[in-house]
């Protein structure tokens, strides 16, 4: 299984980000598929997560109402939109791939992409 995270970078506080993950070696339809992200000092926060049918999502009171995290099944990737950015956002932000879109508990990791946000 490989997933591989793509998209991250400097951005601008305020300014917007569009994080990709492309998945291989497993049946992505099948899987939930999570974003995690961890800061220097910091433990592993679980960003935002979407069921496998694309229905349902779950995200982080830290990230609601700025983050969205769509998927596309036929394209195997799975996306973290990320809007109005703020410094605390910075971090190497992961994907995973597991059981249940909801809950921390994922099987495959990616290798992490760094988004660092500042002026």
């Known amino acids: 299984v490989q997933l591989v995270e793509s998209g991250g970078g400097l951005v601008q506080p305020g300014g917007s980000l569009r994080l990709s993950c492309a998945a291989s070696g497993l049946t992505f339809s099948s899987y939930a598929m999570g974003w995690f992200r961890q800061a220097p000092g910091k433990e592993r926060e679980f960003v935002a997560g979407i069921r496998w049918t694309g229905d349902m999502t779950y995200y982080a009171d830290s990230v609601k109402g700025r983050f969205t995290i769509p998927r596309d099944n036929a394209g195997n990737t799975v996306y973290l939109q990320m809007n109005s950015l703020k410094p605390t956002d910075t971090a190497v932000y992961y994907c995973?791939?597991?059981?249940?879109?909801?809950?921390?508990?994922?099987?495959?990791w990616g290798q992490g992409t760094q988004v660092t946000v500042s002026s």
């Open positions: 995973a791939a597991g059981p249940f879109y909801n809950r921390p508990t994922y099987t495959y």
